[in-house]
């Protein structure tokens, strides 16, 4: 008719009303498989979109674990929870888990982002009941600066995350990787340091930083001689120069990546080295 129509905002869905997307496996073998039992974060931080969503949503139990069993009973090699903060709610937690090693498969590897500083005793001993390997942890630390935590609203224990980390390195069963972010606030080059230092002293079997603004897609993995791997993202496409006033490019860019991480690790030649040549 011509008339404009106002129809207000699309109401909030339950996740239990969204169908399960992977009725169908063909065309997904052999493949990442990615899944989202909740939406939505309970925290603040400010550099996060996730943050904007006020609310979390989960969806039921009774969906989700015989959605899962489909993955396992296709052999899956690996599902990535996208869930914001997987662990955010100890029963959902402990619910998956528990049917993941009671139902293990002895192939499909489980990845979860987690905030390692709000685990329990329950969910840290399960951990060390698993297979190697059923589940790999992302656990982002972001930056060890009080100031900078502080600043962007983030609400975290470093002393638990680090016990918890610890405690699951201990446990030789589950990979780990930790995150950092280059150009949040208060953040200068040797505060940056001691926060790279202090996360690489956690013994992550990989450690990524990620710059907030612009980003290339450009990730060096560098094998530094101890099992682990170190990865980096540059801002900065090849040609481009950086503001005198935004410090993050160098931040990443230097991080002693190709000079010498810890006292302890040989020095990395990144122009020499296979895998990163090989991305270029």
């Not at 309970?42 to 989960?58: A, E, Q």
């Not at 599902?79 to 709610?89: E, G, I, L, M, S």
């Not at 990787?177 to 606030?185: E, K, Q, R, V, Y």
């Amino acid at each position: 008719s011509g008339e404009i129509e106002e129809h207000g905002p699309q109401r909030i869905l339950s996740l239990d009303e969204i169908p399960f997307y992977y009725d169908d496996m063909a065309g997904f073998e052999n493949r990442i498989v990615y899944y989202e039992s909740s939406r939505g974060c309970p925290f603040s931080c400010s550099y996060c979109l996730s943050s904007i969503d006020k609310t979390v949503r989960f969806r039921s139990l009774d969906l989700v674990l015989p959605e899962l069993q489909f993955f396992l009973d296709h052999k899956v090699p690996q599902v990535k929870f996208v869930d914001r903060t997987f662990n955010c709610k100890r029963e959902h937690t402990l619910g998956i888990w528990r049917y993941l090693v009671e139902h293990d498969n002895g192939i499909t590897n489980f990845h979860f982002e987690v905030s390692a500083d709000i685990f329990d005793e329950e969910e840290l001993e399960l951990i060390g009941k698993m297979r190697p390997g059923l589940i790999q942890l992302e656990i982002g630390v972001q930056s060890t600066n009080p100031d900078t935590i502080r600043e962007i609203h983030r609400h975290m224990d470093l002393v638990k995350l680090k016990r918890a980390v610890d405690r699951v390195y201990d446990y030789r069963n589950t990979h780990q990787h930790l995150d950092l972010i280059a150009g949040l606030p208060y953040e200068n080059y040797e505060s940056f340091m001691r926060s790279f230092d202090d996360v690489y002293r956690m013994r992550p079997d990989q450690l990524q930083t990620l710059e907030l603004g612009e980003r290339a897609l450009h990730r060096v993995r560098i094998h530094a001689g101890v099992g682990r791997e170190v990865a980096h993202r540059r801002q900065l496409a090849p040609g481009r120069k950086l503001p005198e006033n935004d410090r993050a490019g160098d931040l990443v860019h230097e991080l002693r990546v190709d000079r010498r991480v810890v006292a302890d690790v040989p020095v990395h030649d990144a122009a020499s080295c296979r895998n990163c040549v090989s991305l270029y």
